[in-house]
């Protein structure tokens, strides 16, 4: 196992690298406030991005803001919310928070990562998408499944856990790069580091990578296992 000193030169390069390549990269939600924003990644879980800013316009022309959510008939939220997946327990959540805001919050949506956690339906990954665009505070690092999946396969962390693996992250990255580093590893993420068909030979942090002479296109039926070998861990 490669000393922390040795991981956080290859993460610092990692990162340098990603900013090359993806320096417009942002958040893909589409939001004009931070309440928005906060909705919007609730329902961005186990859905995509474009799916959700389909249906955040209607949902926030016909309920802008916390008032309006939390006096919302919830059975017409689901249906503008349905086709992201999981909307009772969306819809829940996402009038749940409200109500906490305006009990709790005096309407405002809290700028710490404390008080986020204490709404429902928010974890560490929405609060620091949230604190992060909305607010400009690097609380944490976000860890999707793209950030999860590219962490482990970067040698970076072994931890299965989000949590775990955020901790390692912010140990080797520097605070103010935190969502920099979340951002554009999810961009590549997409762009090369696919779950089942990463495209390694047109990897520019191939050379950085561990697992890349050893991964093999997975078939489209098997889930992405990918693990460090020991002797190339980092």
Known sequence: MASKRTLRQRALEILTRLKQHY?????????????????????????TDERVNRVTPELFRRFPDAQALAMAPREEIETLIHSTGFYRNKAK??????????????????????ELLTLPGV?????????????????????????????????????????????????????SDWENWSIRLIAHGRAICEARKPRCDQCFLADLCPTAPLIQPASPKTKDKTKVPSQARA
Do not use: W
């Open 123 to 175: 974890a560490r990954k929405t609060a620091n998408v949230v604190l992060a665009h909305a607010f400009g505070i690097n609380a944490g690092v976000t860890v999707d499944t793209h950030v999860k999946r590219l962490s482990r396969r970067l040698g970076l962390t072994e931890q299965e856990d989000p949590v775990r693996i955020e901790k390692d992250l912010m140990q080797l990255l520097p605070q």
């Open 93 to 114: 959540h996402i009038q749940g928070a409200c109500q906490k805001i305006l009990t709790d919050f005096g309407g405002e949506l809290p700028r710490t990562m404390p």
């Open 23 to 47: 320096p417009d990269s942002t958040c893909a939600l589409q939001y004009q406030t931070p309440l928005q924003l906060l909705v919007a990644t609730i329902l961005s879980a186990q859905c």
